[in-house]
């Protein structure tokens, strides 16, 4: 086969689908995947490749009309995968057992739902409400979300792919934002031969931290990362080389490294809680005017006292002469890339429910889907969540046990 040079996206398509088109499954799915309609979000959760693989398996896929457009997808290429366009999201949701969404539903969707539909999407707790889970719950939907699943291997595998891109696209953001026309100190983030480069201060030694510290040390920049876990420094430490410098994220520590700051990247996360609060709005008035702050965790209630959700349309506000940059959905800026990523572990996961023969047979063998599922027949089955809002509380395992 003639493969040209730059056409690596055939290259990758065509080794997925020799790995999983296989025989049927045990049962044929139907799969809505609705245009997004919130907050600039740009990526939808299947790529016309993994249209095709979950067709030749055996499965229906309803997709909305222009609903792959803004990740530069076109229906066409949809259909010819075998997809099947819907004109509405009602239509969509109406033919369709299993929802797809990249977003959490807005309210105007909540309509579009059907008694026992599932639901897989990303569920941002920290812009999360009670009137959400509630909606749920009246319809019995079992609610998985991205940032729960969570493999025997103790890995997140979609959080981990959507973090990689947020943090390697903090420190772009971060970069452009300096420059004096962005309103920046107007200094380049690497430096140059005898000017001393951009000093950057990571808050969270996990995956976006990680990747967000190789960004910065790619373009030049002095790196400091900063975390309460002295394991994860270690192991970031040894990872790059000893090429940052690490300290713990307490009180003294921080107040002394953000004064010297140009920029703060915030990816402190508390697993299955809201992120923790370490920057205090005393410590940012004390930074230098002009500096930059890109809180990528801003989705999970954010790491800087003085943060607040943004849009791509309206990326940024300045609180004491910072720039402040808190987008919960940096990925959705690079549409294509993260709907490929998202794609290739999406994938994997559908075959196997429709191999178990649905959601809730695939829920008693597979640990990941478990693990991420936050509702599950009339129940919220994360403590974390019913805690947050003072609901009752269900172990998805009792619940299935149960055959409830």
Same mark, same amino acid.
């Given at each position: 086969?003639?493969?040209?040079?730059? %056409?690596?996206?055939?290259?990758?398509?065509?080794?997925?689908?020799?790995?999983?088109?296989?025989?049927?499954?045990?049962?044929?799915?139907?799969?809505?995947?609705?245009?997004?309609?919130?907050? %600039?979000?740009?990526?939808?959760?299947?790529?016309?490749?993994?249209?095709? #693989?979950?067709?030749?398996?055996? &499965?229906?896929?309803?997709?909305?009309?222009?609903?792959?457009?803004? /990740?530069?997808?076109?229906?066409?290429?949809?259909?010819?995968?075998?997809?099947?366009? /819907?004109?509405?999201?009602?239509?969509?949701?109406?033919?369709?057992?299993?929802?797809?969404?990249?977003?959490?539903?807005?309210?105007?969707?909540?309509?579009?739902?059907?008694? %026992? &539909?599932?639901?897989?999407? /990303?569920?941002?707790?920290?812009?999360?409400?009670?009137?959400?889970?509630?909606?749920?719950?009246?319809?019995?939907?079992?609610?998985?979300?991205?940032?729960?699943?969570?493999?025997?291997?103790?890995?997140?595998?979609?959080?981990?792919?959507?973090?990689?891109?947020?943090?390697?696209?903090?420190?772009?953001?971060?970069? &452009?934002?300096?420059? @004096?026309?962005?309103?920046?100190?107007?200094?380049?983030?690497?430096?140059?031969?005898?000017?001393?480069?951009?000093?950057?201060?990571?808050?969270?030694?996990?995956?976006?931290?990680?990747?967000?510290?190789?960004? /910065?040390?790619?373009?030049?920049?002095?790196?400091?990362?900063?975390?309460?876990?002295?394991?994860?420094?270690?192991?970031?430490?040894?990872?790059?080389?000893?090429?940052?410098?690490?300290?713990?994220?307490?009180?003294?520590?921080?107040?002394?490294?953000?004064?010297?700051?140009?920029?703060?990247?915030?990816?402190?996360?508390?697993?299955?809680?809201?992120?923790?609060?370490?920057?205090?709005?005393?410590?940012?008035?004390?930074?230098?005017?002009?500096?930059?702050?890109?809180?990528?965790? #801003?989705?999970?209630?954010?790491?800087?006292?003085? @943060?607040?959700?943004?849009?791509?349309?309206?990326?940024?506000?300045?609180?004491?002469?910072?720039?402040?940059?808190?987008?919960?959905?940096?990925?959705?800026?690079?549409?294509?890339?993260?709907?490929?990523?998202?794609?290739?572990?999406?994938?994997?996961?559908?075959?196997? #429910?429709? %191999?178990?023969?649905?959601?809730?047979?695939?829920?008693?063998?597979?640990?990941?889907?478990?693990?991420?599922?936050? =509702?599950?027949?009339?129940?919220?089955?994360?403590? =974390?969540?019913?805690?947050?809002?003072?609901?009752?509380?269900?172990?998805?395992?009792?619940? #299935?046990?149960?055959?409830?």
């Amino acid at each position: 086969m003639d493969i040209k040079p730059l %056409d690596t996206e055939q290259i990758g398509l065509k080794t997925l689908e020799k790995h999983l088109i296989r025989s049927k499954s045990e049962v044929s799915l139907k799969i809505g995947l609705p245009k997004e309609i919130s907050n %600039d979000e740009r990526r939808v959760s299947l790529t016309p490749g993994g249209v095709s #693989i979950l067709k030749a398996n055996g &499965h229906e896929i309803f997709i909305e009309k222009g609903a792959g457009e803004a /990740a530069n997808f076109t229906d066409r290429e949809y259909a010819d995968a075998g997809a099947e366009m /819907a004109y509405s999201a009602d239509e969509v949701y109406k033919k369709s057992e299993l929802i797809l969404k990249i977003a959490p539903l807005a309210e105007e969707e909540f309509e579009f739902l059907e008694e %026992d &539909h599932a639901l897989i999407s /990303a569920l941002h707790m920290g812009s999360q409400t009670q009137k959400y889970l509630e909606a749920l719950i009246e319809k019995s939907i079992t609610g998985i979300g991205y940032e729960f699943i969570r493999g025997e291997d103790k890995e997140f595998p979609i959080v981990r792919m959507m973090h990689e891109i947020t943090g390697s696209m903090s420190v772009q953001i971060a970069a &452009h934002y300096l420059e @004096s026309m962005s309103g920046g100190q107007g200094i380049m983030l690497g430096g140059i031969s005898g000017v001393p480069p951009a000093t950057v201060v990571i808050l969270g030694a996990g995956i976006t931290g990680e990747y967000a510290a190789r960004t /910065a040390l790619g373009y030049g920049a002095q790196v400091f990362v900063m975390d309460t876990d002295l394991t994860a420094l270690r192991r970031l430490e040894n990872a790059l080389d000893r090429r940052i410098i690490t300290a713990v994220a307490n009180h003294q520590y921080l107040n002394s490294a953000l004064r010297f700051a140009d920029i703060i990247i915030g990816a402190a996360m508390a697993e299955g809680e809201r992120s923790p609060c370490w920057v205090t709005e005393e410590m940012i008035i004390n930074m230098k005017p002009g500096s930059v702050v890109v809180d990528t965790v #801003i989705d999970q209630g954010g790491c800087v006292a003085t @943060s607040k959700p943004t849009t791509h349309s309206d990326p940024v506000y300045s609180v004491h002469d910072v720039i402040h940059h808190c987008v919960p959905n940096i990925p959705a800026n690079v549409p294509r890339t993260a709907t490929y990523a998202l794609n290739n572990v999406l994938v994997p996961y559908i075959l196997a #429910i429709g %191999d178990a023969g649905g959601v809730k047979e695939c829920l008693w063998d597979n640990v990941a889907l478990r693990n991420g599922t936050y =509702s599950y027949k009339k129940h919220i089955t994360k403590k =974390s969540l019913a805690k947050m809002f003072d609901m009752n509380f269900r172990e998805i395992e009792m619940l #299935i046990a149960s055959q409830i």
